[in-house]
């Protein structure tokens, strides 16, 4: 049985570790991006990223000062028994999250989106946002906090129900033009982790799109050795389109390309795309059913 | 961003202003006041504005700062420019009906902001990196705070004494030009080139279901 409080502290503190460190997979890619970076604008805006990253780590401010939309992605086994049931998720995270933005870890950026009203804590309905899935029959928790950037969400994503006659032409397409939109002038804050969802319901696809480019470590190709030709294709084209790191000119548009798969039905072909800006934030809490605690940079 | 860039005094004389080139980079010191969506709609649709000298205080700055309250007063945590161009509905009246000289903030704004940038002779100054901490250090104090109870922290008026604030660089000038109009141009025969290469045919289009 894993104490509630247990839970809450680990939420807080694996929001506070992604608001205030780089993840080293992302750190390791932003280093290996200015070195492929010839254009003196877009390294200067990698070099300046990686300069104030450093500061946060040290204690001074934050990764990106728009903490965004307070996301927790949480897997379970399917022993895993927590005091006050799973419902007690949801209270965890919000005690979390308050705390994280009463302690200036969090930025209060939430608001009513009719009344534009905001109560200064990040809470409100749908917020924060706990995804939860089950995996494998273990007793413990694996949650991944993921302060998410505007700039990523709002002009990194992208949905359209294509039809199976689009095929891949229709998905390369979309893509694309996609990711050249979201890096103009760095919208979606270049160089971006690219997210694609193909199949599934429109949300489903849409999901798949988020969990690529939130959660999927830098590096790693989808298994499918289809899907990971398809990700080398983009990734290459994308580096290809004269945009580099913040929207200057260049070759670091994005990171990685990751494109996950659902089944979907026989008449339609949906695809999305979701964006993860140049920070990455992610950092997970391990916690075992005996409640001890471990955090990593690392994703599952 | 140790590298010494010519900084110059808030506010801008248009003189200023219109010395300087596109692509350029620079540092400012003197007064900044913050906004993002809330200010401008609320100036433009109602006449809402916050109560500054704006000849002085005449540098607006596209912010929602992280902001702490401590025992002496108001601390910073990190001030993220934030993407222009989402205010660009408002943008050209509020720039024409304050005089403005210098917008700071991310990356680009439209034509409109571009135009009544050359009217008043001011010019947009785009981050270099993400850069909220560097920035945080470049504040000198934070002189005062307005709408804070209806706005909330993020969305207030805010205005610091910056010195030596930047580098950024100028992405419109007082000409009205935009540096990423043309890499916009260019990006676009890149795309229709990776198109080529990856395959998809010169006429493709989408399955039409309302044709």
Known sequence: MIDRDVISSAMYE??????????????????????????????????????????????????CAD????????????????????????????????????????????VDPLTRANPGDNIGPGMP????????????????????????????TFYRMMYPSDGEAGILSFVLDAIREGCYAGKICPPAIVGVGIGGTADLCMALAK?????????????????????????????????????????????????????THTAALPVAVNAQCLVGRRWRASISASGDVSFTGDPA | MNETVRDLTL?????????????????????????????????IEQGILPPLDFSAINCFFHVGPVMRQTEPGWE????????????ERYSPALVRKLGLRTLIGKTTMGPGTAEALREVGGVHLSKIGVCGNLLRRQVKRVVEVHFLEELGKTEATWVFEV????????????????????LDAHSRERLAAM?????????FAYTEVNP
Request: no cysteine; hydrophobic share 45%.
């Open chain 2, 195 to 203: 198109r080529g290469e990856l395959g998809i045919p010169e006429d």
């Open chain 1, 67 to 110: 903490t965004g939309f307070p996301l927790f992605f949480i897997t379970a086994g399917s022993r895993t028994q927590i005091e006050g049931g799973f419902g007690a998720l949801h209270d965890a995270a919000a005690e979390a999250t308050g705390r994280a933005t009463a302690d200036a870890y969090l930025r209060p950026t939430m």
């Open chain 1, 211 to 263: 969990e690529a480019a939130v959660l999927r470590p830098i590096g790693v190709a989808n298994p499918d050795p289809n899907v990971a030709a398809l990700e080398r294709k983009l990734f290459d084209a994308a580096r290809n389109l004269g945009i580099g790191a913040m929207g200057a000119a260049g070759t670091s548009a994005v990171m990685a390309v990751n494109v996950e798969t659902a089944v």
């Open chain 1, 129 to 156: 946002r706990v995804l939860l899935s089950f995996e494998g029959d273990g007793d413990g928790l694996e949650i991944t906090a993921a302060p998410k950037g505007g700039g990523s969400e709002i002009f990194g």
């Open chain 2, 11 to 43: 506010p801008l004389s248009e003189d200023d202003a219109r010395g300087l080139e596109l692509g350029e980079t620079l540092t400012v010191s003197g007064l900044v006041f913050t906004g993002r969506s809330r200010l401008h709609i609320r100036a």
């Open chain 2, 76 to 87: 910073v945590v990190s001030i993220e420019p934030t993407s222009s161009i989402r205010f």
């Open chain 1, 14 to 63: 694996a929001m506070r570790l992604a608001a205030t460190q780089l993840p080293p997979d992302v750190d390791a890619a932003l280093v290996a991006a200015l070195e492929a970076e010839s254009d003196p604008l877009a390294r200067r805006h990698i070099e300046v990223s990686l300069e104030n990253a450093r500061a946060a780590a040290e204690g001074e401010g934050l990764v």
């Open chain 2, 163 to 182: 010195e030596r604030f930047g580098p950024f660089f100028v992405d419109i000038d007082a000409t009205g030009r935009n540096y990423f109009a043309e």
